[in-house]
């Protein structure tokens, strides 16, 4: 079957620039990721003042956060059929409304229902649109061999978003207030990110007369499996998943069990994180820069963990951030014994080095692995297991800390996930259906077809 749009798709004339378009898609991306990301990562900034001014316990506190996740579970399945129907022009826009609103109703809290619902609902939840699930749902669009570094270079504006605005939020929150910090951070949203995602054009390539990487647009008249150079099996190229058909596979549930355990590892570290450091004596100023410097060193992890990915295999790369989490809870566990420099920052590494990896592999993997005009809301569906993992991560490391006063078992327990989130990931095996750069070869992939048997899986 041809790569052919709905029919409800209008093809402009080509756009003319002096490389291909779909960069300037990843730079829009970087830019959105690097602020919206961040203004969610800031919860871990806003925690020790929230705790101390209200007096709330961790897990109600944390909660919050969780409570956005679930938000974003229940919304995510809808965005990705919003996705498809209205595209990011529409979907992104109404991401950063719902954010900056968030922000700016914090300030009024006095209740933790009040902080769930603003911070929680609006900030967390509304996240979704444009964090990584949101950009998960259009940017594979633009790229299939060089999917996973594309990937991983619009996320990598989180890390440096991190490096910039991290340490300023704690600044204000520090000389000013964690209410004024909110504040700002609506402002800078609306006003950097609203009018960049409403003016640039985000759609499928065929909308602008191009291909996926730049690639000579084929006649019409001769589609082809070629239309799909990911895939190395000519039935792939005439796949069209529909949710229903994803459902009945074994590997869209390992899947889903993998995102669930790398969310759970990737967010209950960064949630916790901040207070964790200040209870062992660290400044707020030397925490809030140690998490700006896993996003920094995230920059090269998901960059070169995409390139990996895309050169070798989704499963290693998967498996090398899902060891980084790992080390990096393993460290956490060491900290409070020998609570030298060194330990930090090797802590910050693993974390952002290879943890922050996930990132590229998590957005390219079921674009491969389902492809079709549905992708956007099988992509949707697939992530309501990210978004509980991200979920439970903050929550149940919160409700750990509350019950038994110290945060090993939390940490103990992550340390676990971790060897979950490697194991689900190669029983998924997406690697039986993405071909490698380079000619393909009969019988390289050999993901079942709809209607078939989805024996690669299991």
Known sequence: MSASLPPSAPVRAPVHVPFFYGWVIVAVACVTMGIGVNTRTAFSLLLPALVTEFGWDRGVTAGAFSVGFVAATCLTPFLGLLMDRWGPQVVLPLGVVLVSSGMGLVTFVRQPWHLSLTFGGLVVGGSVCITYIGHALFLPHWFVRKRGLAMGMAYSGVGLGSMVLLPWVQRLIDHAGWRHACLVLAVVLLGALLPLNLLVPRRRPE?????????????????????????????????????????????????????????????????????????????????????????LTGVIGQIALGHLSDRWSREWAWTLSSLGFGLCYALLLVLPAAPHPVLLYSMV??????????????????????????????????????????????????????????????????????????????????????????????????????????????
């Open 349 to 458: 590494g693993a974390q952002g080095l290879l943890g922050y990896g996930l990132a590229s592999v998590f957005g390219a993997v079921p674009a491969e692995v389902f492809p079709g005009k549905h992708m956007g809301r099988i992509v949707g569906t697939l992530h309501v297991a990210s978004n509980a993992g991200a979920a439970c991560g903050p929550w149940l490391t919160g409700v750990l800390y509350d019950a038994t006063g110290t945060y090993g078992p939390a940490f103990v327990c992550a340390l676990g996930m971790s060897l979950v989130s490697i194991l689900a990931m190669w029983i998924a095996a997406p690697r039986h259906v993405r071909v490698l750069p380079g000619p393909s070869a009969p019988g390289r992939a050999h993901n079942a077809i709809p209607g078939q048997h989805d024996s690669a899986a299991g």
């Open 207 to 295: 909308d602008l007369g191009l291909t996926p990487d730049g690639i000579p647009l084929q006649s019409s008249a001769a589609p082809g499996p070629a239309s799909r150079p990911n895939m190395g099996d000519p039935a792939e190229g005439a796949a069209d998943w529909t949710v229903g058909q994803a459902l009945t596979t074994a590997r869209f549930w390992w899947l889903g069990v993998t995102y669930f355990s790398g969310l759970y590892l990737w967010y209950a570290v960064q949630v916790h994180q901040t207070k964790y450091l200040l209870d062992l004596g660290v400044s707020s100023a030397q925490a809030a820069a140690a998490l700006g410097y896993v996003g």
